[in-house]
């Protein structure tokens, strides 16, 4: 674990964010510590992805402000913002035929005036960006024809290019099988340990969270829950009353993180609490008692 | 961090590989395009030296070619520079309009079925230009009636289409009802125009090249190229919307206002087209798929292919209806639409089969 530092600090202050009526976050507090992995976690719709649209200024806040280092992300200009963060969106749009370079290239978009030509800055930077990626050597395929993992690497290797301190990823392991998923976020701890950049995202296993994390935030119905290390945040209580899933947190065997085990319910527990008496004996023993 | 490392996987190295290919794809795209853009370029030069000699005077195309720059023969000289160049000459700036026009529609529709003529733009500019027209205004303002049609035919199909997502196909049906809405106007205003001016009016039925002359030329020509200029230099930011609103947002740009910018600068542009030619068909819906066919994916070298190729076809066309087709005062807009329709039959019934990309 690296220790945080004063600068890449993003923060929600008094946060509300709504689509059109709807009322997403509201009254969110939040500060996200600088040079740390910070992982968003909660349940469906809790406004996790909600929330890293709004600290990328996807969204205006409906009430509140978020900040980088004490400024207003919304009083900054937009390049200067793209300076700092890249990111990574949940369904990015692949342009027909696009090769893996040229994708990549269209990171350096904030840091090109309109009519000044392609440096040699911008190529070293694209070039940085597919080696620590491991996509060189895809440059020339077709970003269109590629797997789900390698279309991945690419993604993020054009918001590397983007060379930002922070780099904020919406459920980048989503569509991805379980190998891919953990390339992806040994990537992305690869380039906070060795490149030094801040990472926010997103993430929906709770094991993976904690392990590849420093920070935890977690989310309930548009609300803070917890927030802090994940060895402190997440216990079992806190799972139970956030996901509705009665667990036990053990430490995981291979890296001591907390690992979150789900009791094991019977069927007829989970579909009719009622009568489940009648069906226990059978699994009562490794079950424990379930609250309906 | 404490997660374990897969040692197949690539561990970031420290540097750049110091070696670095310069015949990429990216290189290779990029000579193609220039390649084609060559060719298309000397096509161009041909054909208009070719248009510029035929006719009831027979001038060879080198010849034609001089007389457009004042050399050589004054009889020939003047049949060029007076009667035939306005005519070439609006057919090329026109064409290269209009195409680039629906390369840019397709892109930021994010729609293959998109261009000037399948969204009702072009019936909307010639709805301005024959009301004015109808007025009695001087020419120089039917250029700016026209733009004014077409960003009325644009409010009328965000209108109809917006709410609803603009989702693929929808835009293209709401489009050609906008279409054929503004061309039954413009063919009701015609049919109780006076007799004098019902024939200089046809122009803005199907897409005619009859009767240009060099005021229209000049003023067409200056507008359509100061548009175009402004949207080549925008091709950067026109790439990166292309990854999709957030991915935009993420690298610096306010999508939604970027691409409204983006879409009134080509509605004005098709619009000018129009206004020289009237509602030509298929120049704009086929030549982006042919160049994306001859040279990648759009980038800002294949904009300027797209350009020539759309000046080559409409001129071409032209050709055909002046020289070719022994059918007296035939409008090109027929020849386009002709080649037009099977090929837009062809584009629908392959978007059916292709699945949607989400990501």
Same mark, same amino acid.
């Given at each position: 674990?690296?220790?945080?530092?004063?600068?890449?600090?993003?923060?929600?202050?008094? +946060?509300? +964010?709504?689509?059109?009526?709807?009322?997403? +976050?509201?009254?969110?507090?939040?500060?996200?510590?600088?040079?740390?992995?910070?992982?968003?976690?909660?349940?469906?719709?809790?406004?996790?992805?909600?929330?890293?649209?709004?600290?990328?200024?996807?969204?205006?806040?409906?009430?509140?402000?978020?900040?980088?280092?004490?400024?207003?992300?919304?009083?900054?200009?937009?390049?200067?913002?793209?300076?700092?963060?890249?990111?990574?969106?949940?369904?990015?749009?692949?342009?027909?035929?696009?090769?893996?370079?040229?994708?990549?290239?269209?990171?350096?978009?904030?840091?090109?005036?309109?009519?000044?030509?392609?440096?040699?800055?911008?190529?070293?930077?694209?070039?940085? =960006?597919?080696?620590?990626?491991?996509?060189?050597?895809?440059?020339?395929?077709?970003?269109?024809?590629?797997?789900?993992?390698?279309?991945?690497?690419?993604?993020?290797?054009? =918001?590397?290019?983007?060379?930002?301190?922070?780099?904020?990823?919406?459920?980048?392991?989503? $569509?991805?099988?379980?190998?891919?998923?953990?390339?992806?976020?040994?990537?992305?701890?690869?380039?906070?340990?060795?490149?030094?950049?801040?990472?926010?995202?997103?993430?929906?296993?709770?094991?993976?969270?904690?392990?590849?994390?420093?920070?935890?935030?977690?989310?309930?119905?548009?609300?803070?829950?917890?927030?802090?290390?994940?060895?402190?945040? +997440?216990?079992?209580?806190?799972?139970?009353?956030? $996901?509705?899933?009665?667990?036990?947190?053990?430490?995981?065997?291979?890296?001591?993180?907390?690992?979150?085990?789900?009791?094991?319910?019977?069927?007829? %527990?989970?579909? %009719?609490? =009622?009568?489940?008496?009648?069906?226990?004996?059978?699994?009562?023993?490794?079950?424990?008692?379930?609250?309906? | 961090?404490?997660?374990?490392?897969?040692?197949?996987?690539?561990?970031?190295?420290?540097?750049?590989?110091?070696?670095?290919?310069?015949?990429?794809?990216?290189?290779?795209?990029?000579?193609?395009?220039?390649?084609?853009?060559?060719?298309?370029?000397?096509?161009?030069?041909?054909?208009?030296?070719?248009?510029?000699?035929?006719?009831?005077?027979?001038?060879?195309? @080198?010849?034609?070619?001089?007389?457009?720059?004042?050399?050589?023969?004054?009889?020939?000289?003047?049949?060029?520079?007076?009667?035939?160049?306005?005519?070439?000459?609006?057919?090329?700036?026109?064409?290269?309009?209009?195409?680039?026009?629906?390369?840019?529609?397709?892109?930021?529709?994010?729609?293959?079925?998109?261009?000037?003529?399948?969204?009702?733009?072009? !019936?909307?500019?010639?709805?301005?230009?024959?009301?004015?027209?109808?007025? !009695?205004?001087?020419?120089?303002?039917?250029?700016?009636?026209?733009?004014? !049609?077409?960003?009325?035919?644009?409010?009328?199909?965000?209108?109809?289409? @917006?709410?609803?997502?603009?989702?693929?196909?929808?835009?293209?049906?709401?489009?050609?009802?906008?279409?054929?809405?503004?061309?039954?106007?413009?063919? /009701?205003?015609?049919?109780?125009?006076?007799?004098?001016?019902?024939?200089?009016?046809?122009?803005?039925?199907?897409?005619?090249?009859?009767?240009?002359?060099?005021?229209?030329?000049?003023?067409?020509?200056?507008?359509?190229?100061?548009?175009?200029?402004?949207?080549?230099?925008?091709?950067?930011?026109?790439?990166? *919307?292309?990854?999709?609103?957030?991915?935009?947002?993420?690298?610096?740009?306010?999508?939604?206002?970027?691409?409204?910018? /983006?879409?009134?600068?080509?509605?004005?542009?098709?619009?000018?087209?129009?206004?020289?030619? !009237?509602?030509?068909?298929?120049?704009?819906?086929?030549?982006?798929?042919?160049?994306?066919?001859?040279?990648?994916?759009?980038?800002?070298?294949?904009?300027?292919?797209?350009?020539?190729?759309?000046?080559?076809?409409? *001129?071409?066309?032209?050709?055909?209806?002046?020289?070719?087709?022994?059918?007296?005062?035939?409008?090109?807009?027929?020849?386009?639409?002709? /080649?037009?329709?099977? @090929?837009?039959?062809?584009?629908?019934?392959?978007?059916?089969?292709?699945?949607?990309?989400?990501?």
């Amino acid at each position: 674990m690296t220790s945080t530092t004063d600068v890449n600090r993003l923060a929600a202050h008094s +946060l509300g +964010l709504r689509y059109g009526d709807r009322t997403i +976050l509201e009254g969110l507090d939040l500060e996200l510590p600088g040079g740390a992995v910070t992982a968003i976690v909660g349940p469906n719709a809790c406004g996790k992805s909600t929330l890293l649209r709004g600290l990328v200024r996807l969204l205006d806040p409906a009430a509140g402000t978020v900040t980088l280092d004490g400024a207003d992300i919304h009083r900054m200009p937009a390049r200067t913002l793209a300076k700092r963060m890249g990111l990574l969106p949940q369904q990015p749009v692949t342009p027909e035929a696009v090769t893996v370079e040229a994708l990549v290239r269209l990171g350096r978009y904030p840091h090109q005036r309109m009519l000044s030509p392609w440096s040699k800055a911008d190529q070293a930077a694209v070039e940085e =960006a597919l080696t620590r990626t491991g996509t060189a050597e895809l440059r020339d395929r077709q970003v269109d024809r590629l797997s789900g993992g390698q279309r991945q690497r690419v993604w993020i290797a054009l =918001a590397l290019a983007q060379e930002t301190d922070l780099l904020l990823l919406d459920e980048p392991t989503t $569509f991805l099988d379980l190998r891919h998923q953990l390339d992806v976020l040994d990537l992305v701890a690869d380039l906070h340990a060795e490149a030094g950049r801040t990472v926010v995202m997103v993430l929906h296993d709770l094991g993976q969270a904690a392990r590849y994390a420093d920070h935890l935030v977690v989310l309930k119905d548009g609300r803070l829950a917890a927030a802090g290390p994940p060895t402190e945040v +997440l216990t079992a209580e806190l799972v139970e009353s956030v $996901f509705g899933v009665p667990c036990r947190v053990v430490p995981d065997p291979e890296t001591g993180t907390p690992l979150v085990v789900p009791r094991a319910r019977t069927r007829a %527990a989970a579909a %009719a609490p =009622a009568s489940a008496s009648a069906t226990a004996p059978a699994s009562a023993a490794a079950s424990a008692s379930v609250p309906a | 961090m404490t997660a374990p490392t897969d040692p197949t996987r690539l561990t970031a190295p420290t540097a750049p590989t110091a070696r670095t290919r310069r015949t990429g794809a990216i290189t290779r795209r990029r000579a193609r395009t220039a390649a084609w853009s060559l060719l298309a370029l000397a096509l161009l030069v041909l054909l208009t030296g070719v248009a510029l000699g035929t006719g009831q005077v027979s001038i060879s195309a @080198w010849d034609a070619l001089r007389a457009l720059f004042g050399q050589g023969e004054p009889g020939n000289v003047l049949v060029v520079q007076q009667f035939r160049a306005p005519r070439v000459v609006s057919a090329l700036i026109a064409g290269a309009g209009l195409a680039m026009a629906g390369s840019m529609l397709q892109r930021l529709f994010r729609n293959p079925l998109a261009a000037p003529d399948t969204i009702g733009i072009t !019936g909307g500019a010639s709805f301005g230009a024959v009301l004015m027209l109808a007025t !009695g205004a001087s020419q120089q303002l039917i250029p700016l009636a026209a733009v004014g !049609g077409g960003l009325l035919a644009a409010m009328l199909l965000g209108g109809f289409a @917006w709410r609803s997502k603009m989702a693929v196909t929808r835009l293209v049906l709401v489009g050609l009802a906008v279409q054929q809405g503004l061309a039954a106007a413009v063919n /009701l205003m015609i049919v109780r125009f006076p007799a004098e001016l019902a024939s200089s009016a046809m122009q803005w039925t199907t897409g005619s090249l009859y009767g240009r002359n060099w005021t229209e030329v000049w003023i067409g020509g200056t507008a359509i190229a100061l548009t175009a200029a402004a949207l080549l230099l925008c091709q950067r930011r026109v790439a990166v *919307l292309d990854l999709g609103d957030d991915s935009a947002g993420g690298l610096g740009l306010n999508p939604a206002r970027d691409r409204l910018w /983006l879409l009134l600068l080509t509605i004005t542009l098709a619009s000018l087209a129009a206004a020289l030619t !009237g509602p030509v068909a298929f120049v704009a819906l086929a030549v982006p798929h042919l160049v994306r066919l001859l040279a990648g994916p759009p980038t800002l070298g294949t904009l300027g292919l797209t350009a020539l190729t759309g000046a080559v076809l409409l *001129l071409s066309a032209d050709l055909l209806v002046l020289h070719v087709i022994p059918v007296h005062g035939l409008p090109v807009g027929a020849v386009t639409a002709t /080649l037009g329709a099977p @090929w837009l039959l062809v584009l629908m019934i392959r978007q059916g089969r292709l699945p949607q990309r989400s990501s």
